[in-house]
């Protein structure tokens, strides 16, 4: 079990860009990490996810070409790259661990406590 801080929320235009940052407190080498959002009175969902080593990487078809995850073990954080973002993006995003792939909410285990991301038109 690991503890999670996400940073790099803010507020942004229509077509901007942010980069999310999430830090564990612990390793994740050997954790699928996904990065989530939710909106209030919406269920949390799946924004993309990415294998321990980097080498896969899954998107919601909401984000795809926008959104970019990566991760960097030996700082034990992981990242999304948010462009070209639009109001329908504001939420406040998650990063979370998993020993399964994919973008389900039930199969991760450890969260952070969310960093907000508003985007206005």
């Known amino acids: 079990q690991v503890q999670l801080v996400e940073s790099g929320g803010g507020s942004v235009q229509a077509g901007g860009s942010l980069r999310l940052s999430c830090t564990s407190s612990?390793?994740?080498?050997?954790?699928?990490m996904g990065w989530f959002r939710q909106t209030p009175g919406k269920q949390r969902e799946g924004v993309a996810a990415?294998?321990?080593?980097?080498?896969?990487?899954l998107y919601d078809d909401s984000v795809k070409g926008r959104f970019t995850i990566s991760r960097d073990n030996a700082k034990n954080s992981v990242y999304l790259q948010m462009n070209s973002l639009k109001p329908e993006d504001t939420a406040t995003y998650y990063c979370?661990?998993?020993?399964?792939?994919?973008?389900?909410?039930?199969?991760?285990?450890?969260w952070g406590q969310g960093t907000l991301v508003t985007v206005s038109s």
């Open positions: 979370a661990t998993s020993r399964s792939y994919g973008l389900s909410a039930s199969i991760y285990e450890d």
């Open positions: 612990g390793s994740i080498e050997t954790y699928l």
């Open positions: 990415i294998s321990p080593t980097g080498g896969s990487t």
